[in-house]
């Protein structure tokens, strides 16, 4: 069932007395998932996860910017010697024309090009399921639902922003891209995107998921991709690097210093980001606004919104329509971000001016960090590696519209292996933080009996990090205290704006 879905056209379903109409959109779009019969009975195959004719299940024509309904912006990013507000030709040698307007924008909404949503229709929309077997497991009266990005061609939400990045650098005349990649899930995904639009791709992943995730590296080559192990020998930030460490296990902030660098020395070059900055955030609301309308479709209201946290686009690509609605006062949700007790930005974090990227090419952004010279212990297995939040989540903290909490990764991993074995899906490492808070929030709803409706982001699979799946089940997966001492030298590092 790779690549399309199995949908059963609505004449079709047969429900049984024990469904309510409640759960009708989500067991259309995944009948087997919910004991229905998967003998053909006008069944279709789809290359969209959505029904037919459903208005709910269309994919956005808009992406949808938050900071125009702030009622606080957000502070800009500094220029990294002047230390003055970034002008836009200043990010010009970096990224495309029209991804710098997004970046500085205060329009609302977006459109998306024809384009760009023509290549999403070969995966979105994208399901929302409810995760009865979990909940069964649990013994919750809360409804848990998550919605699945683990249905794109990559396997995560990355090529939600992956795609128009690329779209909008070929339509500017550019010839190749480059960017870095920790766990090989944005890396892959820009490899699929130029590959559908015939542009150049290089990649530096860092060096401890090069060497431990072959497959997702192998992935990138299969769509064309050239894959660097960072630091490398390429570039002048990655030689010294080295030259400090030769056994650097590379970090997200060094192996962007080393794209950026490249991007900043070809004309022909721009550089690509997967998280972090606002446009990515803004591409990937797409993920919220279709979840919008399948919650109103289930006549659902969520009470709780839960994702998980590296650099932020997976979670505000969830929150950000929601945060919306709730600023409209139409709901009123808590919205919690769950990050890993090894790399907690956010919760342990300074709200400061820093560096993006490791050698401080990049603009300086305000934002809760651990320091741009802050390296997560190699070993940990559950993703989110990145020293610094977004500054718009990081606004929005600061704002008090959501909160935060921080996993250590073997209770992560216990509650993947909880769903894995209840709802059939492996999840990626990334979002095993967001079950395990899931199932905290369902084990006390059991205790108080309240009957929440809890919302959370499946934001991909685990088929290529199964070899962190190996060292829980092995009991080789360790928690790993997180070091004030190392927060504190990187911390030494910031400069003072």
Same mark, same amino acid.
């Not at 070969?122 to 919605?147: F, S």
């Not at 401890?208 to 590296?217: E, L, N, T, V």
């Not at 919220?288 to 399948?294: R, T």
């Not at 802050?374 to 939040?389: N, T």
């Given at each position: ?33 919910? =004991? ?15 029904? %037919? =004719? ?13 900071? *125009? ?28 024309? $029209?991804?710098?307007?997004? /970046? ?20 979105? &929309? ?22 699945? $990005? ?98 650097? &296990? ?7 210093? /080393? *794209?950026? $660098? ?48 590296? =650099? ?110 209840? %709802? ?5 490492? %990334? ?60 911390? =030494? ?5």
């Amino acid at each position: 069932m790779m690549g399309t879905h199995c949908i059963f056209s609505a004449n079709s379903l047969p429900i049984s007395p024990r469904f309510n109409s409640k759960d009708l959109l989500a067991e259309k779009q995944w009948p087997w998932r919910y =004991g229905l019969s998967t003998r053909p009975m006008n069944v279709r195959l789809r290359a969209r996860a959505g029904l %037919e =004719g459903d208005k709910s299940l269309e994919i956005p024509h808009q992406w949808y910017n938050l900071i *125009a309904d702030l009622p606080v912006k957000p502070p800009p990013p500094l220029h990294p010697k002047t230390h003055e507000p970034v002008k836009p030709e200043d990010l010009s040698p970096l990224f495309a024309q $029209e991804l710098i307007k997004q /970046e500085v924008t205060s329009d609302r909404f977006i459109d998306i090009p024809d384009e760009v949503r023509d290549v999403y229709s070969l995966w979105r &929309p994208t399901p929302l399921i409810r995760a009865r077997r979990l909940e069964k497991l649990l013994d919750t009266p809360a409804r848990i639902y998550y919605k699945y $990005e683990g249905v794109s061609p990559a396997g995560s939400h990355k090529p939600n922003s992956a795609v128009p990045q690329a779209w909008y650098n070929v339509q500017e005349g550019i010839k190749n891209v480059v960017t870095e990649t920790g766990a090989g899930q944005w890396g892959s995904a820009l490899a699929f995107a130029c590959s559908i639009f015939g542009l150049g791709c290089e990649v530096w992943q860092v060096a401890a998921s090069y060497d431990s995730k072959p497959y997702r590296r192998l992935m990138m080559q299969t769509w064309g991709a050239k894959v660097h192990s960072s630091p490398s020998m390429i570039t002048e930030s990655g030689k010294r690097i080295l030259q400090e460490d030769p056994s650097s &296990p590379g970090s997200l902030g060094i192996a962007i210093s /080393e *794209a950026v $660098e490249v991007a900043a020395k070809n004309a022909d070059t721009k550089y690509c980001l997967g998280s972090v900055l606002n446009h990515v955030l803004l591409h990937q609301t797409v993920i919220g606004e279709e979840c919008i309308k399948q919650m109103e479709a289930l006549g659902e209201t969520p009470d709780v919104i839960i994702g998980c946290t590296g =650099g932020g686009s997976n979670f505000a690509g969830l929150s950000f329509p929601f945060i919306r609605e709730k600023l409209k006062k139409k709901i009123n949700p808590v919205i919690r971000a769950v990050e890993p007790t090894a790399c907690p930005s956010l919760t342990k974090g300074v709200y400061r001016y820093d560096y993006g990227d490791t050698a401080g090419m990049t603009p300086l952004m305000k934002m809760h960090t651990l320091g741009h010279d802050f390296v997560p212990d190699p070993i940990h297995a559950g993703g989110l590696r990145y020293h610094g939040m977004a500054p718009l989540l990081s606004h929005i903290y600061e704002l008090g519209f959501m909160d935060a909490i921080s996993i250590p990764q073997t209770e992560c991993f216990h509650g993947a292996i909880q769903f894995a074995r209840s %709802e059939g899906l492996i999840p990626a490492p %990334e979002p095993t933080h967001a079950i395990a808070a899931t199932i905290r929030e369902a084990l006390h709803c059991k205790e108080t009996g309240e009957a929440k409706v809890i919302l959370t982001a499946m934001c991909g699979h685990g088929h290529f990090d199964l070899t962190s799946y190996e060292k829980y089940l092995q009991g080789n997966m360790v928690d790993l205290a997180f070091s004030d001492e190392k927060m504190k030298a990187a911390l =030494g590092n910031i400069p003072l704006v």
